[in-house]
């Protein structure tokens, strides 16, 4: 699968009409890709143990979308192999009184991943561009006047471009994906949350209400996109209709970063190998 026409670089103007929400690559059913998912998942648990091993690179995979993309299904599904000692899911909700008297990378940074171990954003300091912007929540915000201008937001665009070079610049590698999903299906899961019991615990009527905001926060996506999407640290634009393809794109996005990672296990060098070659010895023919 090529995923280039998935990735966003920066290099361009970007548009989310551009990326059809229902593509399947050509594909038909979740039977055409199982093969696949099977092998990406044991691929990435292998250079996950690499990476562990070698302790130079963290990972930071964030996932953003719209109410019923796919996000948490996404998540389970194509981690499902990884050694759960390597991986920190996070997820991010309405920032509490803590979190509010800081700055609002605060609690992004507290949960980066050290080297050697992958943390999963389930949404991030992504809402402070999205729902921050299409509420308008700034204005209310305990800050120094000074700081809640009109430009608040492409100032954190710079902001967030800025921090993510910063973890380039220092081992940690950011991989950014937008589950793009049609209004349409939105209201087919809505309604499937609804009628389904046991669906019924993931919906909330403030789902209900964020919907009508719907061309706002396409367009804030849109414009967040096009401001931090760059070559060391993309955004992936991943067709969200079809979960079981939705699942498919994110697995090989994955492992082709993973692959480019290259994480190697340490080298055993001459001394260390006599040494071991020792201790087998010793444990063979205790004293
Ligand atoms: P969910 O992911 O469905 O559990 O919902 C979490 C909710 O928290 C979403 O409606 C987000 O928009 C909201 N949220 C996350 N981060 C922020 C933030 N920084 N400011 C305001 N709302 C947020
Ligand atoms: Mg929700």
Redesign the pocket.
Known sequence: MNVKKYTVTGENLFGLEEFDTGDTGGLNSSDDVKKMMKDNIVEIAKLQDRLYAEGKTGLLIIFQAM?AAGKDSAIKHVMSGVNPQGVEVV?????STEELSHD?LWRAAKALPPRGKIAIF??SYY??VL??KVHK?YENMNLPDRCKGKNIIEKRYAQIRNFEDYLWENGIVTVKFFLHLSRETQLKRFLERIDNKDKNWKFSD?DVR?RKYWDDYQEAYRSAIEATASKNNPWYVIPADKKWYTRAVISNVLLSVMKKLNPRYPIVTKEQEEALAESKKKLENPE
């Open positions: 109410d997820s991010f909700k309405q920032p609002y389930n949404r809402e402070d729902v921050v929540l403030a964020e």
